[in-house]
């Protein structure tokens, strides 16, 4: 069974930082495209950062450029999301998620793109 287990979250201050991990198991995610998406409270779910399968190439959404890296462990299996300054407007459920048929980064970074995905980990932030 195909697993992905995000981890990390919690409640901090704004100008805090948070580093989120997903550990996969099941299969190996080495020659996979990965991502991290999030969900706002009555909001859609949004793109946040994504990486090619060597880390070698990466990819953010405006409103996290600069702030967030994304970064995986391949001999671990694990994908990363490092988060400094946050904002409250960072305040979401984030998801980790990996796709089974793109290596490399997709133009769009849709949420169709991926199509394994993670239960998800709260990140709160307080003003």
């Known amino acids: 069974q195909v697993r992905l287990v995000e981890s990390g979250g919690g409640l901090v201050q704004a100008g805090d930082s948070l580093r989120l991990s997903c550990s996969a198991s099941g299969r190996t995610f080495g020659t996979s495209a990965m991502a991290w998406f999030r969900q706002a409270p009555g909001k859609e779910r949004e793109f946040v950062a994504a990486?090619?399968?060597?880390?070698?190439?990466?990819s953010y959404a405006d409103s996290t450029k600069g702030r967030f890296t994304i970064s995986r462990d391949n001999s671990k299996n694990t994908l990363y999301l490092q988060m400094n300054s946050l904002k409250p407007e960072d305040t979401a459920v984030y998801y980790c998620a990996a796709s089974s048929f793109l290596s490399e980064l997709s133009s769009s970074n849709r949420e169709t793109d991926f199509d394994y995905w993670g239960q998800g980990t709260q990140v709160t932030v307080s003003s």
């Open positions: 990486v090619n399968w060597s880390g070698g190439r990466t």
